[in-house]
């Protein structure tokens, strides 16, 4: 389902179902959710796993 969408939306890469995990974990880092919490949603035990999403987000530091 999510290839044929893709396909319709024009895009030239393969897309799979857990894209649609680091997309969640980009959007709440973008919208400032605490690194803690993000670990414990998604459920990953070592918080290195996480550092992905936080250091790419765009307003980590907008309120400083």
Excluded: W
């Excluded at 857990?18 to 400032?32: I, P, Q, T, V, Y």
Aim: aromatic content about 8%; charged content about 25%.
């Amino acid at each position: 389902m999510l290839e044929r969408a893709a396909e319709k939306a024009g895009l030239d890469i393969k897309v799979h179902p857990h894209m649609l995990r680091h997309a969640c974990g980009f959007k709440l880092a973008n919208d400032g959710v605490d690194t803690r919490s993000l670990q414990s949603y998604l459920g990953h035990k070592n918080i290195q796993h996480i550092v992905r999403y936080t250091e790419l987000s765009p307003n980590t530091f907008k309120d400083f």
